[in-house]
């Protein structure tokens, strides 16, 4: 599992982008947000130990929220995972047309 900061682009065509926009401070449908990464690719992330780790990775994005800002955290998926991250607070932005890759975000 990585953390890290990365931008986000929330589609014009996706009913979230309004709501989303109007919880963070997008600029033009562009917005920074901390990364979950790996984890959101690895397979069998929703058996065992995945819940775990991401209500972790969770926990230090609020701390680094309390501190320097950032409400929002991304990561990209499989489509297959889409229901699982769903189920540990993530929405469903967008997914890639030409690959099985998925965009999601959860805010704090």
């Not at 986000?8 to 109007?22: A, T």
């Not at 997008?26 to 780790?53: C, M, N, T, W």
């Not at 990775?57 to 990209?76: E, K, M, N, P, W």
């Amino acid at each position: 599992m990585t953390l890290g900061i990365k931008c986000m682009r929330v589609p014009e065509d996706n009913p979230l982008s309004n709501k989303i926009g109007k919880e963070i401070d997008a600029h033009k449908g562009v917005f920074q947000s901390y990364l979950l990464g790996q984890l959101g690719k690895s397979d069998g992330v929703e058996r065992g130990i995945g819940p775990v780790l991401i209500k972790y990775a969770l926990d230090i994005f609020r701390q680094s929220f309390r501190s320097i800002g950032c409400r929002t955290v991304r990561l990209d998926c499989k489509h297959a995972l889409v229901k699982f991250y769903e189920e540990n607070g993530f929405r469903l932005v967008s997914q890639e047309k030409d690959c099985d890759e998925c965009h999601m975000v959860a805010l704090f």
